[in-house]
């Protein structure tokens, strides 16, 4: 006789197959309202023992069993039962098992055994150390740390009239051998034996007290209970949670897949702990930001101190005690995947922007100088500043404002290199003046109508751009339509006519003959003959190639970072695929492009280290090209690319350091903006380009450093816990970066539709979870399959309508605007959506705009509203998890 296991809870449930030999996938755990009401009655009649002092099984047992209510003869028999061997799920027995719910559970000893042999039989059986398979159960690794388990044991017996109960809390928990599957300490036992024909009853009792045990509101119960009422209240509380489906409507044999997301279970604990109700349907459950509206909450990082540099001073001091953590935080693979995917991303970025600054100002800045720069200020920035997430990039407003400088200069015959040192020095001044003054505390006005406006301008553009270099590149390599095909002529001419002498393929003066029209295009060229024919310039469809790589990177980019959600593979390696997918897929499709053998437009960088410009050297003179007023002048345009530096760098640091990434270590504003300036008048006097904080790559470099849980209960998804906050990943990108001239040879093997699918692939990804975004799909949504949003239960579908369509008109307006001449007010028409969004106040109702504008993530909000309002800021620490099984 021995106990079998035949389910387990972490948080769903799961059974053992029967005769499958193995776990079946989890599932809610439906229970019947009758077993619930048994098991209150059990609970009320049954021995209740709260903290019990005791460290085996066997002490346990005897404790449990000593009482006047049990003959001495049932004492011993239950003693028996209950100290059978447990054989689990991942053993094999032949023995019969006569503990498995559902069968009969009988006594092997005689009636008149005595105590002594009868113990000693049952201790000889039972062990109570952990075998060695215990420890190396792969089941471990979706446990928490200090998990503790609930043991249930219930069956039916033939010696018992009417049944045994009994509900146990240790006072410490222990190990009990084999009593669990996995080497977990016990904290929780439940012991059911009833007489025979009530098996069906006896299971499903013990699946209500494993259920109950693995809800989060009865298991704090549990550990809290004085005594018998304070269970039986836990019990009513589920109960009264509890929804009840009618028979015959529903198939009970169906499993319900466990939820996507779980809701929150602090509604029901302050419910028990009779805190204030929380806010209904049409109430504003959550506090207003700042204006009424939504907004930032106003911490540290954006008070304004009124004193010199003050803001400034605080951000260092907040950032320094993290500074060695930000390089040991990163020794991880996953920080491997991100170098490589962001290193690819730059390159990328610094060729496009380098050739079209070459092109914009005469090659007075060119790829070299991209390149140089982007590693120079990148790595200096993500070393010492308050937010090294940030990657610092090349933008389309700095490249329009260098194509109108470069055309003024030449226009009026100024020396475009000098005045443009002179706009940098000026607008780095300003941006100091910033920092001095804590001028980024008008960061908290940049609410979620200016971010996600700013950022889903950005992305577009990367998408636009990504399509219009595809588009180009078809330009210059039209698609072959096969009108050559049946006039195909192209043939080998030789050079002379009569027998012409191989040079180093035969000795001395001999001779070959050879069939000059039966040579392929490479032996004829070698052998100094020449191809003639209409067909001969025929080149296979580089195009449709080209088009072939860019999306099939793009496709399988966002295919295998969804792939650690997919039900193939143990976890560890959809993890890591997921990790590396960018990289993957880049060598994936080089491989293709390989095998194919088409001539695609491949990656150039520069290979040697010298200015594009050969009448330009690396340090410009302040003085000398100019007349002198024309230093003072230069404040002007400064004022200007101040303000796009200020719009530009602030935007993407508060997109960066928003509240949904769970930052650990602050944020950086006023740093941030120090180091940017001092950059600026660095890449002004060597003449390089400018750089500010790009939005898209910082989006996915942040993407690409989320943590997840690294345990979950099956049938859970992973929780999100933050981003891998470090240094490194950005330091290593720009070295990188500016070690790329030197690694020409190998850069020169990946086409340019892979790197653009990238940034196609980086364009969309950055657009997940921009609530603007989910607007524009409500537009075209019947109202029935519309999602549950937040702000759908609380805002008429007209006016959050005309909300997206005055953001929509924003965004439409911006981008006009910077594919015209007046692109040089670009930065200014960015400031002017915090004041739209201020006009906003008139036309909406600071209810409507606490849900439409408002900075907290959708998750968080409905949590906000699912839970009640807290009398203190206080957090509950979380709940340690258990293991529940039933044998």
Known sequence: MEWKETAR??????????????????????????????????????????????????????????????????????????????????????????????????????????????????????????????????????????????????????????????????????????????????????????????????????????????????????????????????????????????????????????????????????????????????????????????????????????????????????????????????????????????????????ITFGGLLGDATDNMQGVLESFLGTALTGAVFCLLAGQPLTILSSTGPVLVFERLLFNFSTTNGFDYLEFRLWIGLWSGVFCLVLVATDASFLVQYFTRFTEEGFSALISFIFIYDAFKKMLKLAHHHPINKGNLVPQYDCRCIPPLPGRPTLPGNAPGNATVNVSWASLDKEPCLRLGGSMKGSACTFVPDITLMSFILFFGTYTCSMCLKKFKTSRFFPTTVRKLISDFAIILTIFLFCGVDALVGVNTPKLLVPSEFKPTHPGRVWFIPPFGGNPWWVCLAAALPALLVTILIFMDQQITAVIVNRKEHKLKKGAGYHLDLFWVAVLIIVCSFTGLPWYVAATVISIAHIDSLKMETKTSAPGEMPKFLGVREQRVTGVIVFILTGLSVFMAPILKFIPMPVLYGVFLYMGVASLNGVQFMDRLQLLLMPAKHQPDLIYLRHVPQRRIHLFTFIQALCLALLWILKSTVAAIVFPIMILALVAVRKAMDYLFSQHDLSYLDDVIPEKDKKKKEDEKKKKSSKKKGSIDSEIDFVS
């Open 9 to 350: 809870w972490i948080k769903f449930e799961e059974k053992v197959e029967e005769g499958g030999e193995r776990w079946s996938k989890p599932h809610v755990a439906t229970l019947s309202l009758h077993s619930l009401m048994e098991l209150k009655t059990c609970i009320e009649t049954g021995t209740i023992l709260l903290d019990l002092e005791a460290s085996t099984l066997p002490q346990i047992v005897e404790i449990i069993t000593d009482g006047d209510q049990l003959k001495p003869d049932l004492k011993e028999k239950i003693m028996y039962t209950l100290l059978r061997k447990h054989r689990h799920q991942t053993k094999k027995s032949n023995l019969r098992s006569l503990a498995d719910i559902g069968k009969t559970v009988s006594s092997a000893s005689s009636p008149t055994t005595t105590h002594r042999n009868a113990t000693s039989s049952s201790l000889s059986d039972f062990s109570e150390k952990a075998e060695r398979d215990q420890a190396k159960n792969k089941f471990m690794k979706k446990l928490p740390r200090d998990a503790e388990a609930s043991n249930v044991l219930v069956g039916e017996v033939d010696f018992l009239e009417t049944p045994f109960v009994a509900f146990v809390r240790l006072q410490q928990a222990v190990m009990l051998g084999t009593l669990t599957e996995v080497p977990v300490p016990t904290r929780f036992l439940f012991v059911l034996l009833g007489p025979k024909g009530k098996a069906k009853s006896y299971h499903e009792i013990g699946r209500a007290i494993a259920t109950l045990m693995s809800d989060e509101v009865f298991h704090d119960i549990a550990y809290k209970a004085k005594d018998r009422q304070d269970l039986l209240a836990g019990i009513e509380e589920f109960l009264d949670e509890v929804i009840v489906l009618p028979p015959g409507e529903w198939d009970p044999d169906i499993r319900i897949e466990p939820p996507k997301s779980v809701p929150s279970a602090d509604k029901r604990k302050h419910n028990y702990a009779a805190v204030e109700m929380p806010p209904m349907n049409g109430d504003t459950p959550h506090d207003m930001g700042p204006g009424g509206g939504g907004g930032h909450e106003v911490g540290e990082e954006l008070q304004c101190t009124r004193r010199f540099c003050g803001g400034l001073i605080l951000d260092v001091k907040r950032k320094l005690p993290f500074f060695a953590s930000d390089f040991y935080d990163a020794l991880h693979i996953q920080t491997l995947s991100t170098i490589l995917f962001i290193y690819l991303g730059t390159v990328t970025n610094a």
